[in-house]
């Protein structure tokens, strides 16, 4: 766990931003299947422009993806690559997806249409929108959404993080056949990167169910408010689901934030085997 604390902190700390960002500092009300919303956060209230807003929230995005990235690099680099090329490699790597991260969304950004000329030809492609579109408050990304997903495809920590866990599990095999390391060791080893999945995969739903309405909206042309306004809730619900299921995954965790709750716990059994045994706690 000592080697892993400062990436999994470091992915809290992103997953903490963009849910600040979407719970309380913007919380966007989208009209798809048009790009486009208004902001009932505080920045919304203190003025900050719509497109500034939109770059800062898909930022957050990527920069929780390419944190999940490097908290499995990090994983296979302690496990696998130690002495390989990969150790000269790891930094420009981690480099160049924060990079991609902070700029990959500026071609839309740039892009930004006449905000009057643009609601004017979406609301021709769509006109069961409502006339509030038109209002000052509400901004307009882009009128072409295919060139914005084109824009997106541009961050690949998703992929990056995929290929890791699969070197991972690929070298554990070979590590099974060659006998390198005892069946213990590898069992500890599986458990902890099972509770890792878990833990990233878990908090992935809040995101992956919104995107999930989108895309059928935006495909079909659909308008639903509700649906828009179910699909934001349910991405800001994604800080509260990420820390249960750290909190729960790791039984470590677990048991101080028990300690803190119940000063009692310190004294049973079950806390001194987690602080003389965390090997056994992982999941």
């Known amino acids: 766990m000592k080697s892993m604390k400062l990436p999994m902190l470091n992915l809290y700390l992103w997953s903490i931003s963009l849910d600040l960002s979407f719970s309380f500092l913007v919380i966007p009300f989208t009209y798809q299947p048009v790009l486009a ?16 807003m939109y770059y800062l929230c898909m930022v957050q995005v990527a920069g929780v993806i390419v944190s999940v990235a490097c908290l499995f690099e990090t994983r296979f680099f302690i496990l696998y690559a130690r002495e390989t090329f990969w150790k000269h490699l790891r930094r420009p790597w981690l480099l160049f997806n924060y990079t991609i991260a902070l700029t990959y969304m500026l071609p839309t950004y740039l892009a930004v249409p006449d905000q009057i000329s643009g609601k004017i030809y ?16 509400v901004f307009l990304l882009s009128t072409w959404s295919t060139g914005v997903a084109y824009n997106s495809c541009l961050n690949t920590a998703t992929q990056q993080a995929l290929i890791i866990v699969g070197l991972i599990f690929w070298n554990m095999r070979k590590s099974t056949n060659g006998v390198k390391i005892s069946k213990k060791t590898l ?89 003389s045994r965390p090997q056994d706690f992982v999941s």
């Open 37 to 52: 919303g208004y902001s009932l956060g505080l920045f919304g209230a203190l003025g900050v422009q719509g497109k500034d």
């Open 122 to 137: 979406q609301f021709g492609r769509y006109p069961c929108l409502p006339k509030e579109v038109y209002d000052e408050k």
């Open 187 to 275: 069992e500890m080893h599986r458990l902890f990167l099972r509770a890792l999945i878990l833990q990233v995969t878990i908090p992935l739903v809040t995101v992956l169910a919104p995107l999930i309405i989108n895309i059928f909206i935006i495909y079909n042309s659909y308008y639903n408010q509700g649906a828009n306004n179910i699909s934001i809730c349910i991405m800001a619900t994604h800080g509260l689901v990420s820390t249960m299921a750290m909190i729960y995954l790791h039984k470590s965790y677990w048991a101080v934030l028990m300690q803190i709750l119940s000063p009692k716990w310190s004294n049973s059994r079950v806390f001194t085997l987690v602080h």
